[in-house]
């Protein structure tokens, strides 16, 4: 289970970020009082536009970032007093985390994999199922810089889960993937789902979340606005769809704020 309670992050800007953000404010509250349970055998997605807060919230749970307020807690551990465990219990995988381009699949499946303190045997148990799984094997010898983007991200998926973690941690996964490399993936999310997982996903295409997750929450500017099932969603906004949900949901916090 992940547990987030009152999640803030706040980010001080050097004088290039405030340029960019075109803002005279020194700093950014990137998740602001987020509040939120994700339960094993469910995908829970975290749908909003880019900059809404999806990756640093994602980042706080998977240790990479400290809250600035608030906690976190993964399968009962806390984030900031034992990030160890909570690392024993999680994959994380973002289009920003690479893998060296110098080693191969399988080269850097089996280091991962000694790397969690698990015997040769089951690593290459787990190597065989998930290469397989993803028609890795064909060029498991390859370095990865020779791969294409869709191989590549098959990879870094496999390698992120040769410990069969509890807890499925997604950022945006399927961004820039081609067609049949996305399926893959959303296949996988939810096959891990049925087999009793966690899986927390981000994303911002509304089909993607529709398809995928059991409950969604919206964060916008930093700010969770509401959370449910898809049905839930569109019997709170009167919508037909997420993507008309998200929308009224989107004109009435604008409309709050201002």
Known sequence: MIEIKNLTKVYKLNKKKMME???????????????????PGEIYGLLGP?????????????????????SVSVCGYDT???????????????????????????YLFQFFGRLHGIDEATIEAR????????????????????????MKQKASIAVSLVHDPKVVIFDEPTNGLDIITARNVTDLLQKLRDEG??????????????????????IIDGKKITEGTLPELLAETNAADLEDAFFNLYKVHHKEEK
């Open 21 to 39: 953000l075109r803002t005279k404010e020194t700093t950014k509250k990137a998740a602001n009082d987020i509040t939120l349970t994700a339960r």
């Open 127 to 150: 190597r065989k199922e998930l290469f397989e799984y993803f028609d890795i094997t064909d060029f498991e010898n390859k370095k990865i810089e020779e791969l294409s983007t869709g």
């Open 50 to 70: 880019n900059g809404a807060g999806k990756t640093t919230t994602l980042r706080c749970v998977a240790t990479l970032l400290t809250p600035t307020e608030g």
């Open 197 to 218: 997982k966690l899986v927390i996903i981000s994303t911002h295409i509304m089909s993607e979340a529709e398809k995928l997750c059991d409950r969604i929450g919206i």
């Open 80 to 106: 900031v007093k034992q990030p160890d465990k909570v690392r024993e219990s999680i994959c994380f995988l973002t289009n920003e985390i690479k893998l060296d381009p110098h080693f191969s699949p399988k």
